[in-house]
């Protein structure tokens, strides 16, 4: 009979590397939508899932402006007064250059309150300054100690459905860590996208660039951050040990 233990051997061995490996990127998550708080997809097939998003972390831009404000030069600063930040201890700060807000009238969906997800807010969306709205947006996080992480973008999407189908990369440098380029896709009609990625262990800022590569004259934008854990490789190294005792026992 073939044996199945190897090949479980060689999954759970990559899950081990992978935990302290360069930028590692998931799937769009288009499913979650305004349920960040409590039934959250948390990048599907990923090894850690408590159904929410930002476990550890997270800034909301825009959030605390009233609804259907519009600011052509904001402070996009987590520390500014128009966030809603609550930043991880592995995180000292995320920084940007200033930005333009719009803080939504539901068009550009709604996200649940943290510690109160029973009550819905509008997602504001923080853009580039280009009047167009093709230029770059860039986020420079500065890392307080060299843990690896899980980045979530919440990106408000759709507007009424006008821009679905807009393509907006995500260029994600991390220094002596790696780099990756991706893309964002299809946008909800309106609603919340997600995209995530695990930034492995390393000092150097992490730097986020967001530009639309789509021709449907969206802007390019996101509405927050999300911060979560990644399993440390000595806990993984745990899960190897326990699989690999499972695998022999399932093999006699």
């Not at 972390?57 to 520390?79: F, H, K, R, T």
Request: aromatic residues 8%; hydrophobic residues 40%; negative net charge.
């Amino acid at each position: 009979m073939k044996s199945k233990v190897f090949p479980g051997i060689l999954g759970l061995c990559l899950a081990v590397n992978l935990a302290g490996a360069a930028v590692i990127e998931y799937a769009d998550d288009m499913a979650t939508d305004s349920n960040w708080r409590t039934v959250a997809n948390e990048a599907p097939g990923v090894l850690v899932d408590d159904g929410m998003y930002g476990t550890d972390g997270y800034v909301l831009y825009g959030w605390n402006i009233p609804a259907g404000q519009y600011y052509g030069a904001y402070d996009a600063g987590s520390g500014a007064s128009g966030q809603n930040t609550s930043l991880p201890s592995y995180i000292s700060d995320v920084a940007m250059t200033t930005g333009r807000l719009w803080s939504g009238n539901g068009n550009y969906g709604y996200l649940e309150t943290p510690g109160d997800p029973a009550t819905l807010q509008q997602a504001a969306v923080l853009l580039t300054t280009v009047d167009d709205g093709r230029g770059a947006l860039t986020l420079t996080i500065h890392r307080q100690t060299d843990q690896a992480f899980r980045l979530t973008l919440i990106v408000g999407g759709g507007d009424g459905g006008s821009k679905v189908g807009a393509v907006q990369s995500v260029d994600i440098d991390a220094g002596g860590v790696g780099s990756l380029t991706a893309t964002q896709t299809g946008l909800p009609v309106v609603g919340i996208a997600y995209k995530s990625f695990d930034i492995g262990a390393g000092t150097d800022d992490v730097t986020v660039t967001l530009a639309v590569t789509g021709d449907l004259g969206e802007n390019t934008h996101i509405t927050g951050l999300a911060f979560d854990a990644v399993p440390e490789p000595a806990t993984m190294g745990l899960l190897v040990i326990g699989g690999l005792g499972f695998l022999f026992r399932r093999r006699r």
